[in-house]
């Protein structure tokens, strides 16, 4: 069993930094690849970034490549999210999902409950 616990969402004004963390209860983290999703009002959910069991390959929707950087500590069992240069439209709920590598929703088989991301104009 597999339990994804997101911390660090919050208000910032745009401009602005902040860290996703997630932190992964299974035993086998370190096999696993890892995905941050994210889901505005009204709107299907969408592929944010991912990242391969062994940092080995990461990836980025068009949206936040240059500003957001996925990253993964296997010794804690923790995935990263560092988004820079926030914008308004980066306002969202942020999951972070394990199982996969892909921006494909169904593709992930564990899900973190989400946490809010609000960016101020």
């Known amino acids: 069993q597999v339990q994804l616990v997101e911390s660090g969402g919050g208000l910032v004004q745009a401009g602005g930094s902040l860290r996703l963390s997630c932190a992964d209860s299974?035993?086998?983290?370190?096999?696993?690849?890892m995905g941050w999703f994210r889901q505005a009002p009204g709107k299907e959910r969408a592929f944010v970034a991912a990242?391969?069991?062994?940092?080995?390959?990461?990836y980025y929707a068009d949206s936040v490549k240059g500003r957001f950087t996925i990253s993964r500590d296997n010794a804690k069992n923790m995935v990263y999210l560092q988004m820079n240069r926030l914008k308004y439209e980066d306002t969202a709920v942020y999951y972070c999902a394990a199982g996969a590598a892909t921006t494909r929703v169904a593709d992930y088989a564990y899900w973190g409950q989400g946490t809010q991301v609000t960016v101020s104009s």
């Open positions: 990242i391969t069991w062994s940092s080995g390959s990461t």
């Open positions: 299974g035993r086998t983290f370190s096999r696993r690849h």
